[in-house]
């Protein structure tokens, strides 16, 4: 119950999946749940699009570069990058 409670809304998933994708001892753990969400870069995933929804650009891109500097494997960055246009209603930095 503790972890599905821990977040309150989209900013607070935003900064706790940051928190996850750190990890407490390992990547991806947080306490005793192991893994909390799916390996990798997925947490930083996860914060992006709760960015993106929030509608804060700044935060978005942030989280976006961060997944793309962590994700070694293109095609997923790729489909991260259109899942993500898909729900921006702004235009992020093509950077990331």
Do not use: C, S
């Not at 998933?13 to 990890?23: K, N, R, T, V």
């Not at 001892?25 to 960015?51: D, I, K, M």
């Amino acid at each position: 119950m503790e972890f599905l409670l821990r977040a309150e809304g989209l900013g607070e998933l935003a900064l706790w999946a940051q928190e996850i994708f750190l990890g407490d001892t390992h990547p991806g753990w947080w306490g005793r749940f192991q893994p909390v969400l799916p390996q990798g870069t997925g947490p930083l995933q996860a914060a992006a699009f709760a960015a993106a929804m929030m509608g804060d650009p700044e935060l978005t891109e942030f989280l976006a570069l961060r997944v793309a500097n962590e994700e070694p494997d293109e095609h997923r960055l790729a489909d991260f990058r259109t899942e993500l246009r898909h729900v921006t209603t702004h235009t992020i930095n093509k950077r990331y």
